[in-house]
C-alpha cells in the first residue's frame, strides 16, 4: 500500500475528525485524510476546495465510490444531517468553500433570492421602472411575472402619458 504524500491540512482534517462522529456515519479514516488534502485554509476565512470541481462546487468522492458535493459532506460530518427539502446556502458566497460554518441550510427559495441572480433581482424591486410601487393594488401576475397596472393603463392611453409627471 503507497502512502500519499501530499499535505494534509491538519486544521480541517481534526474539526471533522471530531471523536467518534465520522466512524458512527461511516466515513474512514482514509476518507478524512484524502478530503483534508484537497482542502486549502485562506485568509478570509474560507476552506477552498482545491480538488475536483463542477460549476465551481466541489466533489468528492469517498471509499464507497460515492460522488458527494464537498461542502455536503463537510457539513454532514462536522454540524449532521442537512434537513429534508433544505439546501445549503454558502453565506460567504464562495462556491468552493467547505467550512462548515460558512453554510447554511435553507430553502432552495431563499437561497436563490439571496444570490445576485436575476430571479433575486426582480423579486427585490419595490418599484417598476417608471416610478410606480409594486403593491398589492398596482400589482398583477402574467405568466409568472409581475407587471405593474398603472404603466399598462398609461400603454392604453397614450395621450394621459404627456401628462404624467
Known amino acids: 500500500m503507497s502512502v500519499d504524500k501530499r499535505p494534509v491540512c491538519w486544521e480541517v482534517y481534526e474539526a471533522l475528525r471530531r471523536p467518534g462522529l465520522h466512524v458512527a456515519m461511516g466515513v474512514s479514516e482514509a476518507d478524512l485524510r484524502r478530503f483534508a488534502q484537497k482542502v486549502r485554509p485562506v485568509a478570509s476565512g474560507c476552506w477552498l476546495w482545491i480538488g475536483d ?86 400589482t398583477r401576475w402574467e405568466y409568472g411575472w409581475r407587471r405593474c397596472r398603472a404603466c399598462k393603463w398609461l400603454q392604453k392611453h397614450p395621450g394621459m402619458l404627456a401628462r404624467e409627471g
Open 53 to 138: 470541481q463542477a460549476h465551481g462546487y466541489g466533489r468528492f468522492v469517498n471509499n464507497l465510490r460515492r460522488l458527494t458535493p464537498a461542502h455536503r459532506f463537510a457539513y454532514e460530518l462536522w454540524v449532521g444531517p442537512i434537513p429534508e427539502g433544505l439546501t445549503l446556502d454558502h453565506l460567504c458566497r464562495n462556491p468552493p468553500c467547505v467550512k462548515p460554518a460558512h453554510l447554511e441550510p435553507v430553502t432552495v427559495r431563499i437561497n436563490i433570492l439571496r444570490s445576485d441572480g436575476l430571479a433575486a433581482k426582480e423579486a427585490r424591486q419595490t418599484h417598476c421602472k417608471r416610478g410606480h410601487p409594486f403593491d398589492m393594488f398596482n
